[in-house]
């Protein structure tokens, strides 16, 4: 007898979600309440990002993520660029962070410092003025969320156990049945991978367990002159956001400074970073602000900051920007990088990923869907 899953929403989560279902042999239905998916899915980097994981389970479960991309990116027809990331140094107080980092973990990751030198061999746009070197890891790839997010769809839709539903929201999940305004879908197993939407179906379930998160990103148009920004870059603020680095002990007196610096980027939760894709658009941020409700308006003093710091350590050939967006997702409390939470007998919560979709999501189903 065949098994059925629906899943609710069609974002990296759950995408991930009903690849892996499908490779379990289930038919799988998505639900998707608009005609496209529009959140955080498409308003992110598309990096996926093992450094920025700490040694262990989770950096694992980012390198078996990779390898699914890297799959997928040939069967759905996206390009993934292996390009790698690029964290640059400016202070003797980054330096020393990257230096601890490398001697903690160069046995199982491949990470190398850089001279000055070397940094400009593998991006010419880096700025060179008070450089000291920087962290060059080959693992991390980079996908247009764009392109990538749709082609997996349109994919996964040419399949014969699965079937998409756009503007088919769901109101109601009673026992297995799924109730919207469209119809009514059972099933075996039902899985909620509805994002920043989490609210409209698990009442409760923000505010026991994390809060929304919103950030500012932007996005120049094609670079001109065959530019080409070689790895994503990272500033020295990003060392203060990825857990990779909460247990370097030299990040406290780097934290001190920036708390001396740059109170005002703080403020705004702002780390920068500048990916480019094959079409030759940057994509440029971001910030983070937490809380339960948002102002809905783009705030422009806040791209400026992300600019301005931008021109520490990276020169683009053209800075204006084609696009600017806000974007939300579901931020877990404490340290655990994703929720998996029942609901009932038949219907699981998958969300929580707080940024990490991209990196985490095939990795994570993979191993949680073994259960099922």
Not at 346 to 353: A, E, K, P, R, V
């Amino acid at each position: 007898m065949s098994k059925t899953a629906i899943v609710i929403g069609s974002g990296i989560i759950g995408i991930a979600t009903a690849y892996t279902l499908l490779q379990k042999g289930f038919h799988v239905t998505v639900l998707e309440k608009n005609m496209q998916p529009v959140g955080a899915s498409i308003r992110n980097f598309g990096m996926i990002w093992p450094i920025g994981q700490p040694s262990g389970e989770k950096y694992q479960l980012a390198l078996r993520s990779k390898e699914i991309w890297n799959l997928l990116s040939k069967e759905a027809g996206f390009e993934l660029q292996k390009n790698g990331s690029l964290f640059l140094a400016y202070h003797q107080d980054e330096k020393n962070v990257l230096l601890e980092f490398i001697e903690k973990n160069h046995v199982g990751r491949n990470i190398q410092w850089l001279t000055p030198m070397e940094v400009r061999t593998k991006s010419e746009p880096v700025n060179p003025e008070g450089l000291l070197g920087g962290m060059h890891s080959p693992e991390e790839c980079l996908v247009d969320p764009r392109d990538a997010i749709y082609k997996l769809i349109q994919w996964l839709q040419s399949l014969p156990n699965c079937a998409f539903h756009f503007n088919s929201p769901v109101h109601t999940i009673q026992d297995n049945i799924c109730i919207g305004p469209t119809g009514s879908w059972q099933a075996d197993k039902i899985f909620i991978c509805s994002g920043s939407d989490i609210a409209m179906l698990c009442p409760g379930i923000l505010e026991q367990f994390g809060m929304l998160c919103e950030l500012q990103m932007m996005r120049t148009g094609i670079q001109p002159d065959g530019f080409k920004l070689g790895p994503s870059l990272c500033g020295g603020l990003t060392l203060s956001h990825y857990p990779a680095f909460k247990e370097m002990k030299s990040l406290g007196t780097l934290l001190e400074r920036f708390q001396y610096d740059y109170p005002d980027l703080l403020k705004h939760g702002i780390h920068v970073m500048a990916a480019q894709y094959e079409s030759g658009e940057v994509t440029l941020g971001d910030s983070h602000e937490y809380g339960l409700h948002f102002d809905p308006f783009i705030i422009q003093s806040i791209n400026d900051k992300i600019l301005n710091y931008l021109r520490t350590f990276c020169k683009l050939a053209d800075e204006r920007i084609q696009s600017n967006w806000k974007g939300t997702y579901f931020k877990l409390k404490g340290i655990d990088p994703y929720l998996i939470h029942p609901i009932n007998e038949y219907t699981t919560l998958h969300n929580g990923f707080g940024g990490l979709g991209m990196t985490l999501s095939f990795g994570v189903m993979e191993k949680e869907l073994a259960k099922i």
